[in-house]
């Protein structure tokens, strides 16, 4: 069916007949009508979970462990150090995959969930063995609802085959996977409220400890993966440790997914081994600056990631959790914003920070009244209202919501503006002195009314 | 208690009342879990998929289906954006206006669509057909600026395009982006 083929959100268009990195998660680009379980299977699918269902689960978390396989989610933690902190003892114990997807610059669960379901669900169904779990849920953001009714398929479809529900593949063994429509709150991306969420509440963060590997879902020990680490365990368990750590750096094995947008030429999701150079991807694949325009800066992580200029250094810099951090900033979500040096930078950390205030979830003052005053503050900056000794204001607020919020978002609400400072201060201080914008299409224009 | 949805209450009683379909999909949603309650979020959808926006009157009717109590499933409805809590639009169209879609033009969309409608943000045609709103991320940075009408996405979308979409859902009955 021409529909299935299609691929959806569109993929960047091939500069060579092969791909940059053949494909591994992204394969429905090369497979169409994987989506289709026996497709799926035909391409080597569910052969992860053959192999593990024959193993111990303590061997299946060992598997993982030695693959280097780390989170994609932000933190990059160790995936099967993760697994093996779940208590062995009686009673249930949940599995929950984190696609809620709603980081600025993100868009690689999109894609993975709509186009390969069942690479996903094998990686629950993986995971759940490994902890000795009979439930996973995937917590999917209620936007992708293409992507809930994709997934949803696919499950009855494994169903059918034996691969979900009583005595999976004939192990003895029992595991149910409930798709899970989030309802548009970027806090519940934040594991523990995505706890909260899933339990049927407000999605408020919660304190830890204790940690969601001993009480987690209902209180119950669980695991939390990003929906493209999860997706990466049936390749781990097809192929084997040893296959999967050959790619990628010392630190950082394995290949995945690094989403591209803003101001580039060809902008989207790209595979490619870990610690690949952002000038690689930026400039060869992406095609560099658009409109034939250079780069100001770019993010290299997601929204809540610090700004980076393209100096040389910067773009031979691999793209792994330790080189990104070298040069000052994380390599978090693997969203890299690209902005041209047409744009007024101001106007892009307004946004940026915008957007922590409509996503604050309101439960710890810091970052609820913190992230409004950011906002005003920067917005009469935009609008060239600001006077002497705003932008030591603006940097003293965010102090006060970072380091002093209950969850990572308040922390993450001044990083575009105290990144965008560092690196273009006059841009900054040119607002108040002219009040107008340094550059842009509102360059030179009065703003504000004079005094 | 929310009162969302009319000037005269008394003259709508009943107009509110789940549907069978609606409530067997419920029931269906809560047999998932290990916890009845955490089938809030799918179910008000179920909701919201048979009114538009999420009445007060089901709110009453799913808490007895999940047993929990009616402040449990208001403070659901109020926290998630999703969920409308006035009536909008047949057609919700909600523009991206994030970094990514924002470098690539999204405002100069809103405010063309707003021109196009000649309605302001988060007003609806007086024919009930179209509610405009923009919309944090959606996820989809790579194909920017994005759109989403109700719940189905559309890419890459320029000014001309947002003309033709617009100008579609003015006459449609169905939404035409739904991709099964
Ligand atoms: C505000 C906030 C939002 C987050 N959003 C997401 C998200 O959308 N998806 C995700 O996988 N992780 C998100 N995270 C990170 C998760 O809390 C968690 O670390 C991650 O899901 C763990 O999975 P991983 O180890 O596989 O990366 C977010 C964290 C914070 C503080
Ligand atoms: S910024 Fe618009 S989809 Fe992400």
Known sequence: MAQQEQIFPPPPPLLTQKPPFEYQLLKHRAVPGIAKLDVYRANGGYKGLERAVKMQPDEVVNVVKASGLRGRGGAGFPAGMKWSFIPKGPGPKYVTCNTDESEPGTFKDHELIENNPHQLIEGVLITCYAISSENGFIYVRGEFARGIRVLKRAVEEARAAGLVGQNILGSGWNCEVVIHSGAGAYICGEESALLESLEGKRGYPRLRPPFPAVAGLYARPTVINNCETLSNVPHVLREGAEWYSKFGTEKTKGFR??????????????????????????????????????????????????????????????????????????????????????????????????????????????????????????????????????????????????????????????????????????????????????????????????? | MIDNYSDNLESRVGEFTLSEGSRREIEALKKQYPSARSAILPALHVVQAQFGFIPAEPMGELAEILGILRGDVEQVVTFYRMYNQRPVGKFHVKICDSISCYLRGSDELLEHGQNRLGTKLNETTPDGQITLSKIECLAACGAAPCLQVNDEYVYNVQPEQLDEILDSLKSADKNPYFIP
């Open chain 1, 257 to 451: 997914v690094y989403c591209l947008s803003g101001h580039v030429e060809r902008p989207g999701n790209y595979e490619l081994e870990c610690g690949t150079t952002f000038r690689t991807l930026i400039n060869d694949l992406g095609g560099g600056a658009w409109k034939g325009r250079n780069i100001k800066a770019f993010i290299p992580g997601g929204s809540s990631t610090p700004m980076l200029a393209p100096t040389d250094e910067v773009m031979d810099t691999p793209m792994d959790f330790e080189g990104i951090a070298a040069r000052g900033s994380m390599q978090g979500s693997a969203g890299v914003v690209v902005i041209d040096d047409q744009t007024c930078i101001v106007g892009a950390v307004l946004r940026l920070v915008e957007f922590y205030k409509e996503e604050s979830c309101g439960k710890c003052t810091p970052c609820r009244e913190g992230t409004q005053w950011l906002v005003q503050m920067l917005h009469r900056l935009e609008n060239g209202e600001s006077r002497e000794g705003d932008l030591e204001l603006i940097t003293d607020v965010g102090g006060n919501i970072a380091g002093k919020s209950f969850c990572l978002l308040g922390d993450s609400a001044p990083v575009p503006y105290n990144s965008a400072l560092k690196l273009f201060r006059e841009e900054f201080e040119y607002h108040i002195t002219h009040k107008t914008c340094m550059v842009g299409p509102r360059a030179g224009k009065q703003l504000a009314g004079v005094h």
